[in-house]
């Protein structure tokens, strides 16, 4: 049985998992631990859920910027480009939300304000 890499506890299969995306609900299919609850979604059915959102219109053009990742304390920083900062309008003072999606890629959204 897989291990959560976020505490170590018992990771199952879940055919639930619920991903939103522009005012958009999906439900994939993933990993949840059975300890914590965090959710993990395979390469294949992230990139599954881009294609059904491209045919809705939901997906923009793609972007792919290359960045190097910097290191600041004990942790590593990643900068968000200014056109980006630009166009979705961000202050600096957001909370966003971190996934592991996939062996190399990670997910980052920003969050609703609370």
Do not use: Y
Not at 4 to 16: K, L, M, P, R, T
């Amino acid at each position: 049985m897989k291990k959560c890499s976020n505490c170590s506890g018992n990771v199952v299969e879940a055919d639930d998992i619920i991903n939103e995306l522009d005012g958009h609900s999906f439900v994939v299919k993933g990993r949840r631990c059975t300890q914590c609850g965090e959710e993990f979604i395979e390469e294949l059915e992230g990139q599954r859920m881009i294609q059904v959102a491209r045919k809705l219109g939901i997906w923009g053009k793609i972007l792919k910027l290359h960045r190097k990742l910097s290191k600041s304390g004990r942790g590593t920083v990643l900068r968000i480009p200014s056109d980006i900062e630009q166009e979705m309008s961000l202050t600096g003072k957001e909370c966003v939300a971190i996934s592991k999606v996939g062996k190399n890629k990670i997910l980052i959204e920003v969050e609703q304000a609370h």
